[in-house]
Every structure is written in C-alpha cells, then in structure tokens.
C-alpha cells in the first residue's frame, strides 16, 4: 500500500518543487522509499511513496519503467494473484523479471494485454501507467473502490491517492460543491464520483480511463457487481457452504503473501471472527490479532474478541479507551479526512491501526460481510417499505407516529415515501438518522436541488431481486465504498498500516450476489457465515447479541462536546457559511436539547460539514 500522485500538461512545463510537496503531503501513505519520474520534455511527471510489503529491496521502488523506457508505473495496492499472472506471461514469452514485486507484473502486463490485463488481477489497486510513444497516461481503480484515486482535469490531468495530494498541482482555486454539501448531509459521505469540490473528481471503481489531453479523460467500466447477477440461484445448502468458504479460505490465503508481519482485526463478531479462524490455520505460529474497546461497559466487546483469540491460540492485544480519551479524537478524526465525512467509528478504526502498527505491517479486516450476506436492519426496512399495504398505510401511519416519543418520530422518517423514486438511500438516510431528501428541501438555502444525489436501482438485471437485496446492492456500491473503505484507508494509512479485506475478493463477491436469499437470512443475519463459523468455534460465541462499536454521540454533545454546537452552528457561523437555513438550525438544536434523541445524528453532520469550511476557508 502506498500514496500515488502525478499531472500531464499539454504546455508549458511541471514544477518539481510541486511534486516534493505532495510526496510529504503523502509521507503518511508510504514511509519508506519516496520516488519521481518526469518525461524529458517536462510535460509529465508521476511520483510515489512507497510501503514495502512484497519484495522490499531498491530494486522494487517506484516509479518503476520497462527495460526500453517506453512505459512507467506508479502503483498502489496489491494485486495478489500476481505470481500466477507472472508465469502466464513467461509462458507467453514476456521478461525476464528483475524484481519479485507485483508492481513489476501489472507493467508488464498492461504492456502485454493492453487495459484487458486488469481483468486477470485479483486484488485492491489504483495505479497510473504512461505511454512515452503514444503520450497517453492510463489511470486504474480495482472493482471494489477498495484504494481511493482523485482526479482533476483542470489544466491538464493530477490525480493522486488523496484530495489533498492533488492540492498543490491545480493552478486555479477550487470552488466547494453544493450538490456534493447536500448528498453529505443526506449520506453522512460524499458518494462517487463527487467530492467538496467541482473541480475533483472520485475516478470510479471498476473501471480504467486514458487521457489523451483536450480535458478529455476516456472512462471504461471493466467490472459492475449488477452485471455479475445471474438468472438464478442454483445452489443446495452444503454446496453454498462448501463454496463459500472455499472462496473465503482462498481469498485469505492470497492475503497472507507479505514479506512484513501481519494481523487481523478482531472484534468478536461474525466477519472479523472467520477471517481470523482462517487466518490463524495458514500461520506457522500465532497469529496477531488486535481489537479495541471501551472502559464503558454498553459499547464494550473487546471481551469477546478476547475469547475468540483465545480460542483460536492467537497473539492477541487490545486497546481499551474510556470515553474521555475518546472525545478529543473527534477533531483529530475531521483532520484526517479531507472532505466532510461523519462516520465516528473512525475514531476506533484510527486507535486500533495505531495499536497494530507497533507489530505488523499488513492487516486483515472484516468489511463486506454484511454488504454481502445481508447484515444490517435496513434490509428487513426494505422489505416493510416495498408492502404495497405499508405504503398505502404510511402517511397516516407516519403522522401518528409523528406525534409520539423521539424513537416513534425516528420511525415516522423511514415513512415519509414521497420520495419513494430513490428509496434506497432514503431508508439509509433514515436508518443513520441524517437528513431525508424532503428536509433537505426546507434546510438548503442553495438552488441545486434539482441536480441532489439520486440513486436509482440497476435496470435490466438477469434477475428479480428482493428489496432487501436490491438495498444490500445499494450498500455494496455506495456505502461500503464511499464511506467504510473510505475510513480504514484513511485511518490505517494515517500510520502506514496497510488493510487487506478478504471478504471483498471479486471471486466471493460474485458468488454472494448468486446466493440465494434464504442462505444470508434464515431467522437471523448472515446466517451462511455464522453456520461456516461453526466449524470453527464453539456457538456460544457465535450467536450473540451484537452492539458494534459505537460513541456515545448524542450524550457527548448534549455534554462535554456541546462547545462544537457553541462554536460552529452559532448564528453568524451558520449564516457566514450560507448552506442551510440558520433559523431552522437553531430550532432543530433546542429539540435536540430538549430530549429528541433521534436527531443527533443530524446536528453531528451540521458540525461536521461547518467545521470543514471555517477550517478551510471555504466561504
């Protein structure tokens, strides 16, 4: 894993002194080796920061260039079939080889196949490649969205690992984005392609793209989750056991290549839990594990990672915060993210990278479990919702409750339908507590209202799919990407510490959106990986009620953080910013005092996105 950045002019030349700048930006990303490249008419530059996990002598440092010069790579991630894509080409003539690293691989089979050799790679990637002879630069992003890549084509191309990474190579002031402002106050993230600014651009998961100049960056999809959706699910329950964990068994095993040591994250639950199992079987001596917890005993489950640890004969350490230590990591996490983002679970994703990276250089996480086999409560929502007799009974019924406890007027949002068009985010939205598309109408006081985020369900699928599965594709395309693997990259790379997440191997991925429904569902959530965890540990840690980590937010900011409330949505602040409607601010603040519980989730985002402009002077 590493930080990846560079710019293509048409005219003039680069300034070097820009790309040291963002190298230190990025030292974060990649600590050990830092490299450049530039073409000889200075029209061209990439650079690199690199993390040595695979092969970690000089010789593998980026830039890396083809023997004839013609062709330079700069590379993040790991593509971890890369020994087998190897062979393939010597057995097609292409080499030798000089380094034993997967960067070499990818050049040499872009080289080779041209942009169809991504679809050989199994792994998490973003990367650019130049052609010195045709004077096209390539940019790849792997299927997932699991390695982040920015994009301007604002006086040319930049693009870099991170938004601030391309700070330093645009020329011109970057303007904010008031459709990107209103889908963070809806989503709590900034979903793809957007960011804060006009100017940047997400470069979209599952694809590659050439810009050959003229502001033109041709974009190509190689791989979408809804095309991979058969016409049916023919499987019989051992033969999606057996499938499954055979599929998780061989992910993990190609997780493992690294010549660092390397852990897993381990929270008690489910998907953490399998992945260590697996883990610890391929190990010649204990494996690593590392988990956190608070000293409050309602949010702590670090006792149940503990107990699986040593069920399993693992290394195990553990990070126990109290919450006075975790309440001034909240600012420190809007730091660490260079755009508004909400998710407080980063506060523990950040502590327990800092624990691990004391003894491990790679970790294996659990993200994607519940994307794919159907994990959260919004799943049952989308099934309710979709009841043509729910629907018919929702305005009443939601007026009703309207009138209730805070818990009620919670519900009483997931049954505002009138946006019914775009219900998948809209029962996301409301299953997070964060603003519906329909308050957002009265809170904005921008005009962009007609170009709001909008999610519609994939069209011509080989297949009917549920609500709930239909809800779980929204989840594995927009939330676990924009928001979940947003978070552990930023968090883990905040130490140099590189995430692999087993779960979301393109091989399992497919196979999960061909399962049928009754396997990740049956009385309860993921009911497929619990019973494969079965053949691992004992059922008494298994099936359990599961609170997941979460900060006490809304008993925070009634409290010890309520000088956020104080600093950022006062009157003037409000007002100076000029994104939402200071009177209806004020208002929501004094029912939020007052007891309804239900929308602190709501005055966090408001924080959050004032916080990014006053500290950026984006007024």
């Avoid at 700048?21 to 000889?40: C, K, N, T």
Wanted: aromatic share 12%.
């Amino acid at each position: 894993m590493c930080g990846i950045f560079g710019k293509f002019v048409e005219q003039g030349v680069l300034d070097q002194k820009q790309f040291k700048s963002v190298s230190e930006i990025l030292a974060h990303r990649g600590p050990d080796a830092e490299g450049f490249f530039f073409s000889q008419d200075r029209q061209l530059g990439l650079g690199h920061r690199r993390l040595s996990v695979i092969d970690l002598r000089d010789i593998a440092n980026q830039p890396m260039s083809s023997a004839d010069g013609n062709w330079t790579i700069t590379y993040n991630g790991e593509v971890f079939n890369y020994r087998e894509v190897r062979q393939e080409l010597m057995e097609e003539g292409v080499g030798p080889f000089k380094t034993d690293s997967d960067t070499e691989v990818v050049l040499l089979a872009w080289m080779h196949w041209g942009p169809f050799a991504v679809e050989k790679f199994n792994g998490m990637f973003a990367f650019a490649i130049w052609d010195q002879r045709n004077r096209d630069l390539w940019l790849c992003r792997d299927r997932l969205g699991i390695k982040p890549l920015f994009y301007s084509c604002e006086g040319g191309l930049s693009f870099a690992s991170e938004l601030k990474g391309i700070f330093p190579l645009l020329t011109q002031p970057l303007t904010r984005s008031n459709r990107a402002i209103a889908a963070f106050l809806h989503l709590g993230f900034i979903p793809e392609p957007d960011t804060v600014y006009e100017e940047i651009k997400k470069f979209p998961s599952g694809h590659y793209g050439c810009y050959k100049g003229d502001k033109q960056l041709e974009l190509v999809s190689y791989w979408k989750p809804e095309e991979k959706i058969g016409n049916r699910t023919a499987y019989t329950e051992k033969e999606a056991l057996d499938a499954v964990e055979s599929a998780i068994s061989s992910s993990v095993k190609y997780r493992t290549i690294a010549d660092v040591p390397f852990g897993t994250f381990l929270s008690g639950g489910t998907d953490s839990s399998l992945v260590t199992a697996i883990a610890a079987k391929l190990t010649s001596k204990p494996l690593l594990t590392f988990s956190i917890g608070f000293k409050e005993g309602k949010y702590d489950e670090s006792k149940y990672a503990a107990r699986v640890a040593r069920q399993l004969g693992t290394e195990h350490a553990e990070f126990i915060l109290s919450e006075r230590e975790a309440m001034p990591l909240l600012e420190d996490m809007l730091a660490t993210f260079d755009e508004p983002f909400a998710d407080t679970s980063a506060i523990p994703t950040m502590m327990v990278s800092r624990l691990a990276r004391e003894k491990a250089t790679v970790i294996l996480t659990g993200d994607g479990g519940d994307e794919l086999f159907m994990g959260y409560g919004s799943y049952k929502w989308a099934q309710r919702l979709s009841n043509p007799l729910v629907k018919a009974m929702a305005t009443p019924t939601k007026m009703l409750l309207s009138m209730g406890s805070s818990r009620y007027r919670r519900v009483a949002g997931l049954l505002d339908l009138e946006n019914d068009g775009f219900i998948r985010s809209h029962i996301f939205s409301q299953e997070q507590y964060f603003f519906s598309s329909m308050e957002l109408k009265a809170f904005l006081r921008t005009n962009d209202h007609d170009d709001f985020y909008k999610y519609r369900d994939p069209l011509g699928l080989a297949r009917k799919l549920s609500a709930a599965e239909l809800q779980a594709l929204f989840d594995l395309k927009v939330y676990l990407k924009d928001d979940l693997l947003t978070k552990v990259d930023r968090a883990s790379m905040k130490y140099g510490l590189e995430c692999r997440v087993p779960l979301l191997d393109y091989r399992l991925v497919e196979l999960a959106l061909n399962l049928p429904e009754t396997f990740k569902k049956r009385g309860q959530s993921k009911w497929i990986l619990k019973k494969i965890l079965e053949r691992h540990l004992p059922k008494e840690l298994i099936y359990r009620p599961k609170w997941g980590f979460s900060v006490p937010l809304s008993r925070w900011l009634r409290g010890e953080l309520k000088y956020l409330i104080d600093e950022y949505l006062n009157d003037s602040v409000v007002e100076a910013v000029g994104v939402v409607n200071a009177t209806l601010v004020k208002k929501m603040i004094e029912r939020f005092m007052k007891g309804d519980d239900y929308l602190y989730s709501r005055i966090w985002v408001l924080i959050v996105l004032h916080h990014w402009v006053v500290e950026n002077q984006q007024f």
